[in-house]
């Protein structure tokens, strides 16, 4: 795989830390199995200069939206960061171990806990992207941000029953100082099937949202998005039910999926936002692609949209 030429050396690394206390280094793969209705991530950050490692397996399906109530929930907070530990080369306290097989291209993560096990590989289909944009919102979250589609193999075994896993998967990378305060409503999601994937980032609340960053992977061609906007078709309770996204890259091409929106889990990991997780069906000009949805929104506004105080639509 070939990717970001002046960024390769950082992509699998650590980036060059400053002395911020807020300076992140972030790792997210996705995993599903999608016949069964059941999405998740393992994910992880590292706050190198608060000495902090946060992140964990979750695992989700229709039967539970919430951390009490999910298959797996372990985005554990408070874990000191392990010594002389990379990236990609990590063992953490609550037994998640991701290790490179090869850079850029594939990795292997590993955990054993509380009943729950995963043995997973992770396999690039196509090349890592770098989403730039000029929202100030997003550049206060990371310095330097990466996503990259790829194909999920393995097992999960939870309290003795074992699921074999061959999912379409995003994973994502990232490093600077994290600042989530800054951050407004929006939805962070993709796509990928057998004819190729797609990845947005939009901004706004109420019914249409307007993208900020992504890209176009069509007949093996990857290019940035220069335009795109996604409108609301159906609420469901918390987030969105399905969605249109309509975007064009930078070689011209054009694109309209529609997607459909499972409930999700309701993330509070991040503490000050709120993160509606969800798995997606979409329907990519006829072909079915399998992807999730990530709809964000402040704390606050959360709350009082699941209070029923605001209605998901209103701009608050």
Not at 86 to 108: D, G, H, Q
Not at 148 to 165: C, K, N
Not at 244 to 268: K, Q
């Amino acid at each position: 795989m070939t990717a970001l030429p002046s960024e390769l050396p950082q992509a699998d690394r650590f980036g060059p830390c400053d002395d911020n206390p807020y300076w992140n280094e972030s790792v997210w793969f996705s995993v599903s199995i999608p016949e069964r209705r059941m999405h998740g991530m393992i994910q992880y950050y590292f706050r190198p200069n608060m000495g902090l490692l946060n992140g964990g397996p979750c695992l989700w399906d229709p039967s539970g939206q919430f951390q009490w109530n999910c298959l797996y929930y372990n985005w554990a907070h408070l874990q000191a960061l392990p010594p002389g530990q990379e990236k990609f080369a990590m063992r953490a306290r609550n037994s998640l171990a991701v290790r490179v097989i090869e850079p850029l291209t594939r990795y292997k993560i590993d955990y054993d806990k509380d009943g729950f096990a995963l043995d997973l590989e992770w396999t690039a289909v196509g090349p890592c992207h770098e989403l730039k944009t000029g929202d100030a919102g997003q550049r206060a979250t990371a310095k330097f941000h990466i996503e990259q589609p790829g194909r999920m193999t393995g097992t999960i075994r939870r309290h003795g029953e074992e699921f074999a896993v061959d999912c379409w998967s995003m994973r994502d990378t990232s490093y600077g100082a994290r600042d989530y305060e800054s951050l407004a409503r929006g939805g962070y999601f993709w796509g990928i099937g057998a004819g190729g994937s797609f990845h947005a980032l939009c901004m706004g609340a109420g019914r249409e949202a307007r993208a900020i960053g992504g890209y176009i992977m069509r007949d093996g061609q990857m290019a940035s998005l220069v335009s795109g906007r996604r409108e609301v078709l159906e609420w469901g309770r918390l987030g969105p039910a399905r969605v249109r996204f309509e975007g064009e890259d930078t070689l011209g091409r054009t694109m309209r999926a529609t997607g459909t929106i499972d409930p999700g889990l309701v993330f509070t990991g991040y503490t000050d936002h709120s993160v509606v997780w969800s798995l997606v069906e979409w329907d990519w000009d006829g072909a079915t692609c399998w992807g999730d949805n990530q709809e964000f929104c402040p704390d606050e506004t959360f709350r009082r949209i699941a209070r029923g105080e605001i209605a998901l639509e209103d701009r608050a």
